[in-house]
Each structure stands twice: as structure tokens, then as C-alpha cells.
């Protein structure tokens, strides 16, 4: 059992601790008390997440804010406190923290397009609910996580510095990226104009990080709150079709099962603007389909950067798995190309 749980107030002793969830930063265990409580235990990747500190304090504030907006108790996260009232504990330098289980609740991987709609829901909720939360109030827990462009320059160091000295295997996917540069600062510069607005973004926007209920699987509630800060609405929209309009798996190794599948698409559009349609802008919703193909790139060049670095930040369970997860983001980002009227045209034909 993990000593760090006695620093926590949990309802009854732990009995059991095992890892638990698919997430690729976090180590996440989950444990069982006396009684039958269960709590989330998580370890916080302090070499991803530099403040800690200021990174709980952005969960407490969003957590509060959501739970005076829910009905139903499982529609947010609750944080167990500290035995000394913090919502963390420090011990020998490592950051830890409890969520309660959400009981009676799943999460998908992927999702036909029912599911995905319920997800979409979600999302847009979460987006509503915080429209009225101060985004000043947050701290950037990673400082330009999805500045695209930000990102674009790191990709080009990796490929200089070419750390892992594959770079030569790769240089149809390293070309796939340097020549959508011009495409990278399209969000960053409709926002430094003030066209598009600073919101209070998840920034991780993936399916399975949405609680289902077991039952019912209507969407309960958001989860993976490290991210929260404030961004763009389009680039929240952008990543869930990033993992969830494709239709294989993220690190999928034969590219001929990797689709964009504009079914999919459309049914987020759907779910999104059904809860969130009216907060946001003309130019939020005309960019919808610019933040899908921003965020899958990015992504594949996240993942092709740490390729070059070595595996360095994503972890990986197989050798190749990062060469293998930034291939299907550009099998999706091709097709998305290839879609992209279509995709346009689903977004007006919903409004
Ligand atoms: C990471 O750990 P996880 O799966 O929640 C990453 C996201 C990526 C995702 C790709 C803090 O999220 O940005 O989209 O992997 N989170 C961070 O699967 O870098
Ligand atoms: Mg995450």
C-alpha cells in the first residue's frame, strides 16, 4: 500500500492500490478501502506539470465552479482533501493527490456516434458552465501548450538536435510538417488580432476523458482537469475530433485502418453546439474545422518530436509507439484536407 495514503482522508484503511486508466502523463492507481470506499490515487508528472501547486489550486477553483452548476453529484470531480486541509500532499518531493471514484461510471476509448455526441455534450457544457469563470483567476499549468506555432519551433529543434539519430528514417514524415508551417499560426494570429476570444479551455478534450454513466451512458462528467486554463474554444472542439472522429486507435500501426470518419465529425458538431452554440462567436464557429486539423497536427508533431528526442515525454510500451501514434495524425490531417468543404459545410448546415 502506498505510505501516502495515511496522509489523506479516506473513509476507512486502503486494502488495495493497483494502476488503473490509460492516461500517458500521470500515474494513476486505484484504491479500495474498508468498507468499500474508492478513491482515485494520482502521482503528478511534475517534469510536465512545473507549478503543482499553482495546478491544484486551478482544480479547486474549476471543481467549486462546476459543482455549483451540477445537479447530480457525479457531474464533477471532488478532490479528497489533505489530513492537513491541502488538496495534495508533498512526500520525499513527489506531488500526489486523491479524486473520489466516480462510481458507477465507464470510459471509452473510442466511440460510435451516439457515444461521441454524448461526449461532445459534455465538452460543450463544460465550456458553458466556465463562460462565466474568471480565466485570470487560472494559472497556465503548461505555458503554451497549444500554441501551435510555439510547438512548430520545438519540432524543428528536435529535428536539429536529432537526439535519438533517427531523423533519416523519417523524412517524409519531418517534410509532412515543415511544409504546413504557414498553416500553424492560423489560430494564433486570429487571436493576437482579437478574433477569437480567450476562454477557459480542458485542452485534453479526448473521449476518455469523459465519464459515462455505467447504465445509461449519458455523459457525466469531464475528467483530467491538469489542462484546464485559458485557450481556445476551437482548440478543445479541434482535439476531441483529433482522437475521436478516427477510426482506429491513436498509435493504430496499419495507416490503411486510419480514417478521418466525417460521421463522427458531424456528431460532435452536433453535441457541441447543442450545449455551447450559443456562447460562442461567428469566428469561433467558422474556425471549427481549422481547430480539428490544427490539433491533429500538432499533435503528430508532438509525437514525432519525441520520436527524435527519444521518447522523452510521451510514454511509450513499445519501441516506434511515437512514430506510430504522429503517422495516424497525419493519415487523419491528410484526410481531413481532403474533407475539408465537407466539413465546413456540416458546421453551417447545424448552426
Ligand atoms: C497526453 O496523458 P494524456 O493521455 O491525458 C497529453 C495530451 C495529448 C495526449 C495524446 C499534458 O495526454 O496533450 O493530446 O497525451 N497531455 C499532456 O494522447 O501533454
Ligand atoms: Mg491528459
Redesign the pocket.
Same mark, same amino acid.
Given at each position: 500500500m502506498h505510505s501516502v495514503l495515511s496522509s489523506f482522508a479516506l473513509l476507512g484503511a486502503p486494502i488495495s492500490c493497483e494502476p488503473f486508466g490509460s492516461?500517458?502523463?500521470n500515474g494513476t492507481q486505484l484504491v479500495v478501502c474498508e468498507g468499500g470506499a474508492r478513491y482515485v490515487l494520482q502521482h503528478i508528472n511534475t517534469h510536465?506539470f512545473r507549478e503543482p501547486e499553482a495546478l491544484m489550486r486551478n482544480i479547486e477553483l474549476v471543481t467549486a465552479h462546476l459543482r455549483k452548476k451540477v445537479s447530480d453529484p457525479r457531474g464533477v470531480l471532488n478532490l479528497v482533501p489533505a489530513l492537513d486541509g491541502k488538496s495534495f500532499v508533498v512526500e520525499n518531493g513527489a506531488y500526489w493527490r486523491v479524486y473520489e471514484l466516480v462510481e458507477n461510471s465507464v470510459c471509452h476509448q473510442s466511440a460510435d456516434a451516439s457515444l461521441f455526441y454524448e461526449s461532445a455534450v459534455a465538452f460543450g457544457r463544460f465550456q458553458n458552465q466556465l463562460a462565466d469563470f474568471p480565466a485570470e483567476q487560472l494559472t497556465e499549468t503548461?505555458p503554451h501548450f497549444h500554441d501551435t506555432p510555439v510547438r512548430f519551433a520545438a519540432f524543428q529543434r528536435a529535428v536539429a538536435e536529432d537526439a535519438a539519430g533517427v531523423s533519416h528514417l523519417i523524412q517524409r514524415e519531418i517534410d509532412f510538417v515543415l511544409s504546413r508551417e504557414a498553416f500553424t499560426h492560423t489560430l494564433t494570429d486570429l487571436q493576437g488580432a482579437d478574433e477569437l476570444p480567450l476562454r477557459v479551455t480542458h485542452n !485534453?478534450t479526448?473521449i476518455n476523458n469523459v465519464l459515462f454513466d455505467a447504465e445509461t451512458n449519458k455523459a457525466l462528467c469531464v475528467i483530467?482537469l491538469?489542462?484546464v486554463m485559458p485557450g481556445l474554444s476551437v482548440n478543445d472542439f479541434g !482535439?476531441a475530433i483529433r482522437f475521436g472522429a478516427s477510426t482506429a486507435a491513436?498509435d493504430e500501426r496499419d495507416l490503411s485502418r486510419v480514417h478521418f470518419d466525417l460521421g463522427l465529425y458531424k456528431a460532435y458538431v452536433k453535441g457541441y453546439l447543442s450545449t455551447c452554440g450559443e456562447s460562442l462567436t461567428k469566428m469561433e464557429k467558422v474556425m471549427l474545422p481549422v481547430g480539428a486539423k490544427m490539433m491533429t497536427l500538432e499533435?503528430g508533431m508532438r509525437f514525432l518530436a519525441d520520436h527524435l528526442a527519444g521518447d522523452v515525454y510521451?510514454h511509450v510500451s513499445r519501441k516506434g509507439q511515437n512514430l506510430d501514434r504522429a503517422r495516424t495524425q497525419f493519415r487523419l490531417v491528410e484526410e481531413m484536407e481532403q474533407h475539408w468543404a465537407q466539413m465546413h459545410e456540416i458546421v453551417e448546415e447545424t448552426d
Open positions: 492516461g500517458h502523463i510536465v503548461i !485534453d479526448k483530467d491538469d489542462t !482535439d491513436e499533435c510521451f
